[in-house]
């Protein structure tokens, strides 16, 4: 086991460390200083070392901790925990790997050697993009873009715990991957650890499988009671009262609610099982923009919030699938007005992020998203308990079909909130360069 992995190791048992030592009891704690003092008396203690009693306590200084040994049966304590973790590293069926900031592999261990193929002669030569090829769960690599784990988490210094990745090059492995950025000696690593979940897919497939199939089964009686009450509402049964159309019109609304589960829950179990494409073309954002404003008009206006776009008119063409990233805006704008009181405003913007790409943000007046609720805000089916979100409803779908078309458009989507002043979502698309040619 490399001198690196005893230091990571090292370092991650750290928080451990100091959790036991200050857990340990009083008499643990009288036990040890009486061995200390006893070994103090026993030894010559070097120039400068004295023993200070300070409130009541003998405190040792200038006394070297690593020359403090606690024997036990199996020997001194810091050699016993590097041994055990040695054994895990090389014994533990997670995939290990080090990875320099240059996306150079550093080490492995034994459990990721045989996954991904590799031996340890061809580490420090190989790259990542040559070794973990990571791909999202819908086949699209992730190397080389901001949706890279390792370059989110170089960049950020951020850990980002469980991430759902297929990687490998020519074997492949769905995998949840957890990268955490070390930095030892001034130097940052990213431990890239992976856990296969080849067995728990499967059973999630079944799943996927026997929830789509219902879903579908749901779809069309759902669309028969819609298409028949369009029909009542329009007359062709004769005429209502003003009080009859009315109910029809809570139940129409209530349908239609029902239809958009479903279609969401179809959406995100296609998705599971790799059946979820994109149709991109040359798309105008301004005509995107202006149409998804016109359709939630009604709903701005039922919750007296005002809805504004600033497109500039030379804001490059999108290339990306207009009916999917109508969706996202649907969802996003949607959410923006739920959550925003009478007299606030909702505003879609658009402005360039890099040379290859646009940046979208759907901002709103609005309450504001909870602290406790931030990292879980692109879960699925994830409900705060914040009170409005008990007022406005909702199933949680939403937010994680949105991140899953942008990333799907090889974007990002995040956000910005403060309590009582607002939230800004904000994601990337990719700009026309004549990609259909």
Known sequence: MSSFYKEYMCYACNARQVYEQCTTTR?????????????IQVEQIGQGEQVERIEGQDVISALPVDEVHVDSAYGPLNEVRQQALDKLMANTSDAVIALRQDYKLFEVNPAASS??????????????????????LNQMLLCNTGSCPLVRVLQQKKALPNEELIIGHERT??????????????????????????????????????????????????????????????????????????????TQEGVQQLISIVEDILFMTRSDLGQFKVSQQEVHLR????????????????????LSQNIPVDTPTLYI???????????LVANAI???????????SAQVHDDDAELISVADTGYGIPLEDRQHIFERFYQSNHSQQSKMGGYGLGLSIAKLIVEQHHGTINFETAMDKGTTFYFTLPQYTGQDD
Request: aromatic share 6%; glycine share 6%; charged share 20%.
């Open 27 to 39: 008499k643990g704690w009288v036990r040890l200083r009486k061995r200390v003092q006893k070994q």
């Open 321 to 331: 699938d207009p009916q999917r990233i109508k969706q996202v805006l649907n969802n």
């Open 115 to 136: 996954v991904l193929g590799i031996s340890t002669h061809q580490i420090g030569e190989l790259s990542c993009t040559e070794v973990l090829c990571c791909k999202n």
């Open 173 to 250: 492995c769905e995998v949840s991957a957890s990268v955490t950025p070390v930095t030892i000696n001034n130097t940052t690593f990213a431990i890239f650890t992976a856990r296969d979940l080849s067995a728990l897919k499967v059973a999630n497939r079944v799943r996927s499988n026997f929830v789509s199939m219902v879903s579908h089964e749901l779809r069309t009686p759902l669309n028969s009671v819609h298409g028949f009450i369009d029909l009542l509402l329009q007359g062709h049964m004769g005429d209502m009262t003003e009080e009859q159309r009315q109910y029809l019109g809570y």
């Open 338 to 348: 739920k959550f925003t009181p009478p007299g606030g405003v909702v505003t879609v």
């Open 287 to 306: 005509s995107l923009v202006r149409q998804v404003m016109r359709s939630l008009q009604p709903q701005a206006f039922k919750a007296e919030v005002a």
